[in-house]
């Protein structure tokens, strides 16, 4: 099984034993706003712990880690233009397979001009995008976040991630991946299943966005769980739990 999101540097050693030993191989772990990124600096440094720290302690456990480095919306410091100037170059580490996540959280313009920027730098380098939707104003801002997507990147570049039933319509068509997170307070694995069950297994793949927040490192093979308690066929929940980001992210 993938988990196609988590938050790695904000997780215990031992969380990545859990998951190897439930079933977890792969793991794609995402930049994020782990501290008040008032400087370019604690960026960097968030980068670097990513891609020198966090890979290690999930090997130590069994667990592949893969990264995507990106200037969340959460994340943009003052000398923003110094974060954007250097992600390039962190981009060309083996280990990192997108540019994420990225998006909107308030759709602010700074929020919107650093997105599209960072779609276009994907677009440039043929390299995989996740893309945040957030918690709240959630319908709204996806809908603007789609129309930049649409705009600055082939939406086949793309996952739109933390879909939920409220705006998995909105969705649905626009042609890139969608990330289902089963998350506590997001979503649960029931709703989960009731969104593949209406929608077919070839447009998602889960992920449980594991970070500070209530998390649960065995989101997704929780789900798998649910999925097949449903009757759904193996080649299905293989599609979701592994295949469709295996074949996304070129893993
Ligand atoms: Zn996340």
């Known amino acids: ?10 997780r215990p050693y031992e969380d990545f034993e859990k998951m190897a030993v439930a079933g977890i191989e792969t793991a794609v772990t995402c930049a994020h706003d782990p501290l008040r990124m008032s400087v370019s600096d604690v960026v960097f440094d968030h980068w670097n712990r990513i891609l020198n720290n966090d890979i290690k302690r999930a090997a130590e456990n069994g667990l592949k880690l893969y990264a995507a480095l990106g200037i969340h919306p959460r994340s943009i410091s ?15 580490n083996d280990s990192v397979v997108a540019i994420g996540e990225i998006g909107l959280e308030t759709a602010s313009e700074s929020e919107k001009n650093i997105f599209k920027e960072q779609l276009q730098l994907a677009e440039t ?23 930049i997507i649409e705009e600055n990147i082939d939406p086949k570049m793309v996952v739109i991630d933390h879909v939920d039933c409220t705006i998995v319509n909105d969705v649905i068509d626009v042609g890139a991946m969608l990330g289902l997170t089963v998350q506590p ?5 029931d709703e ?6 209406e929608y077919g297994f070839n447009k998602f793949y889960l992920d ?3 970070s500070s927040s209530p998390s649960d490192p065995l989101s997704v093979p929780k789900t798998v769980h649910r999925i097949k308690l449903a009757g759904f066929n193996e080649k299905d929940i293989r599609k979701v739990s592994n295949d469709n980001a ?6």
């Open 1 to 10: 099984m993938i988990d196609a999101h988590v938050h790695a540097d904000t």
């Open 78 to 92: 003052e000398d923003f233009e110094r974060a954007l100037e250097k992600l390039p170059s962190f981009l060309e």
């Open 125 to 147: 380098l043929k390299m995989k995008a996740i893309v945040h939707t957030p918690r709240s104003n959630k319908k709204e801002i996806t809908w603007i976040t789609t129309s």
């Open 185 to 189: 307070k997001k979503m649960t694995p």
């Open 192 to 197: 989960a299943v009731s969104i593949l069950d």
């Open 208 to 210: 449980s966005d594991m």
């Open 246 to 251: 295996a074949k996304f992210f070129e893993l």
